[in-house]
């Protein structure tokens, strides 16, 4: 296989696929120099170049999958025709790993927030969009405590055991992000007898972390988690209030304009400097537009370079057999589930959406998102279809993304995507009602004032700069305490915000002259 990458003209890829195309049934160890020249010659005597012959082999064996796919009813549903989600199962087993954050963890997400973390996965066929659930193994008690959804593809990272890992052993791993972690010590979970009622032919007792679970168990896997009752985290209502008490210092008003223009046009940007809120509020406007602080109906996804519509939409992804599967992504997860349920908001965020290539990630996606496009009537086909499968983007799917448009390494955004998008700008806010949430961190007026003047002052330095301008200002969120922290000293605070993050920005603000950068974060430190 390596050589005919080097150079396909010229050497032949023994794969599997190339040999069922060829008729070829070489094992491999019967494969040495001698039989493999004698098989490049008489392949080649059949006047087909390599480079065709292998590309012929993958289009017949990708037909061959979408014509599986499509008789595989026990993985689809009934009624759209859409894929069940792949499902895996993650183990944890406390007395080989202790769980540091547990504790805060499990009271973040009762709390409405997601929690990111890293998790041992065996399985290189995960990817993002999947379901995962959390089994717990080893000592009693013991099942599944944790849902959440697969944020990344498998990667290696150094091992969890800190003896293997300066051994300079690694692991593959996957980002989780969990929306429901439970102590099975005081919360209601599934226990392994409940998990055996379930499918007695899936392993519910894994040996490795990452393992599939079973598509005909998934669908009754996730009706019994959701028939556990809450601890907590029944659906709790969300408004336009719940925004401003968390912290949130734009009028009313104005927020009530930003959902109004998000129901109106489908899909929004949050664009502004670095930060000015742009995914705190993001997330909030998504619980908004839902009504409640319903993950289950919002999903987020971070766009970057390596980002592609394979990963996003829909894609081949190898397996461990030797085949390539026809994966959905996160986005089309996203559409199977609004279709599901039309009367139901769904919000997909995608955080960074000008960092990636958003042509090449969308790519007919474009079309199908535009909010004059959203019905039956104007669906298409994929790229990477299913058989006849047309596929449109519901009018219940809502997509909100940020954009920092002081980052000089980001391309202009593709005038397509602007035109399928409304714009909304924000900038550093600090008002009064700003001021108003440092005093509940016991800030006094004296330091209040100091650190708006200060702030405000640099930033008409920065837009006036004709290298820079207002897209680079400091936004409020630097030198705003979040909600649940503590100050004990409002003015070292404020130092340690200035020499760890503010001035490292301003220095590579003004890459070409350290003294004025050493000048401004001086005068934000002074007097303090």
Known sequence: MGLFWVRPRTFLSLDGVLQRHTGLAIKASQLNARKYIETVREVGRRGTPFPELSHDAWLKARQAADKRAIDREDVRAPDEGLPIPRAWLLSWNPSRWLWKTF???????????????????????????????LVRTGEEPRGIIARGTAVSAPYEHEHYDADRAAAGERHQVIDVEFDDIRDPARDPFLKMADLQELSADQVWNPQQSGIEIRPEAVSALEEAWRRLPNHGRESVPYAVENIIAEGCFLPRSQIEAILKRLRSKKNLVLQGPPGTGKSWLARRLAYALIGSKDDRRSVSVQFHPNLSYEDFVRGWRPTGNGRLDLVDGVFLYAVAEARNEPELPFVVVIEEINRGNPAQIFGELLTLMEDSKRSPDNAMRLAYPRGAELVYVPENLFIIGTMNIADRSLALVDLALRRRFAFVDLEPEFNERWGQWLNRFGFNEEVVSHIRERIVALNQQIAKDKKLGPQFQIGHSYVTPHLGQTVEDPGDWFRQVVETEISPLLHEYWYDDAEAARKACEQLLAEV
Not at 109 to 133: E, K, L, P, T, Y
């Open 103 to 133: 504790v805060e963890d499990r009271l973040a997400v009762a709390h409405g927030q997601m929690v990111r973390n890293r998790w041992s996965c065996g399985n290189h066929r995960a990817a993002i969009g999947d379901r995962v659930f």
